[in-house]
């Protein structure tokens, strides 16, 4: 795999991860400004979420640097 993809692919996976730390910031705000629910009482739930979130963020980006991988193996 060149470098240029992999740091391509790599920058992506770093701003997924920072915008679904984003909208999991958002859902705690907005759980606790609209149903009145506190962090404290769902934190485990809102850890849950976000750990199977970046779960799925990193399998998605291990995936991409397998096939990117394949593909250029293929290529030569």
């Known amino acids: 795999m060149e470098k240029n993809n992999f740091w391509k692919t790599w920058f992506k996976f770093v701003g997924l991860l920072v915008i679904i730390f984003l909208v999991w910031l ?5 759980c606790e400004r609209l149903f009145g629910k506190t962090f404290e009482k769902f934190k485990f739930v809102h850890y849950f979420v976000l750990l199977v ?13 397998d096939y990117q991988k394949e593909d ?3 290529n030569m």
């Open 26 to 30: 958002a859902l705690v705000f907005l």
């Open 53 to 65: 979130v970046i779960l799925k963020a990193k399998k998605w980006f291990l995936k991409e640097i």
């Open 72 to 74: 250029k193996e293929k």
